[in-house]
Each structure stands twice: as structure tokens, then as C-alpha cells.
């Protein structure tokens, strides 16, 4: 599919996360052998602190289909293939496809719509660790670290957290769970952790501290696990 592409589109976030960019370009350039353009679509800001949440991430993604709709009519011809880098999933809280949907409905630009499935970062996290998602017969609850900042759901034993940027996990009491922790996923730096919840929280902590600060940004997520008997022997970080 890349090699079908005549621009590929990059949200730039800025210089701290340039690397984003330079991932996405070195994917261009070694799989796509005809001429192609990338444009860069600058990123748009963001109330993260505002009382009206879904409000707030509302005008962000209005604002982000503007962007695009600028990008791709100054920078695209009409009847060129354009993509999309997504870095993650864009079926899980990922914003690219409520933005098309936004540009779609502002009907400047006129376009077919294909999604390409690739690996996310819960699939990458569960190979790292060698986990499966649930246990037998069980559900696994997918949510954010905003949403965990309220506790570790009751009725369900295994929670994938994602975009958890404040850290929730350090909060949570329970004395029974177990994390599977990944960063850059997929990275030539990826970095992974597990063990007790509790005996590994602190320099789980630090260690995203410590790779913020050298990096600049982190993407990160894991999986917490209620253990019902016994407590593993936590491996080493990697």
C-alpha cells in the first residue's frame, strides 16, 4: 500500500518529538520506490486541562481536520494517493479517523477512504511479554490513565491501559496485580518492565521519568493483571 502513495501526510508535534517524524520518513524511504512528497501537518493545540473534556478534544479534532484540509488542498493534487502514517492504532484512541470524518463532512476535499491494519501496541506489548490479553473464559476492559485514576475496575481482572501520562498506576492500592509495561514499542530503545504492581511501581517510575527527559516524549502502555494466587518473580528490566 505505501508504495501507492504520492504524499504521505505527518502531524509534526515539534522538535521534541522529531523523532516521531524521522521514524515515519525512514519508513518512507525504504519501502516506497517511486517519487513521492512528505508533507509535514502541523500540530494543532490542545486544552488537556480544560473542565469540559470531551468538549475540549471536540474543537482539537475540528482543528486538526482544518489543518489536513489546508495541507491537502495547497499540497496535494486531486488526484493523487495520499496516506497517513498513524502511530498506534487508529482504532484505539487514536483521533485520525473522527478527523476525516470532520473533513469529509467540510466537503472541500473529495476522498475514498482505506484504512490499512497494522500491529498495535497491545499486540507488540503482549508478543514482548509473552501474555495473552485475558484469562480463560474472561473480558479484557481497554481504557486511558485518565479513566484509571479512579481505580482498577472490580469485575474485570486484566485492564490495558493506554495514554496513561500522569502515571495512574502509581496511585492504585491493590496488592494483588500484576503490570506489563512497554515504551517504544517497536524502537531500537524499546523499553519493557513487569513484576508486582506494587514492588515495581517505583522504579517504573523513575524509569519514565528517566526516558522522558532523555527523549523528550514517551509513548508507553501496559497491561495490569489481578493475580489470584501467588506472586511472580519479577525478570529484569530489559
Known sequence: MLCALDVVLVVDKGEATAELVAVRRAICERHITKPYRLVTVPEQPRDRGASDYPGAVTDWYDARARAFETAILEQTADDAVAGILVWGDPALFDSTLRVLDRLAERGSVKFRRDVVPG????????AR?????TGIGQPVHVTTG?????????????VWVMLDGAGAFAELPDDDLDIFWGAYLGLPDELLLSGDLQDR??????LRAAA?????????????RRRRTGKPAAPPVS
Open 119 to 126: 500491529l498495535s501496541s497491545i499486540q507488540v506489548l503482549a
Open 129 to 133: 511479554h509473552g501474555v495473552t490479553f
Open 146 to 158: 485518565r479513566r484509571l485514576a479512579a481505580g482498577m475496575p472490580a469485575d474485570v481482572d486484566h
Open 201 to 206: 511501581k517505583a522504579e517504573l517510575i523513575e
Open 212 to 224: 522522558r527527559a532523555r527523549k523528550g516524549w514517551i509513548m508507553d502502555s501496559y497491561l495490569l
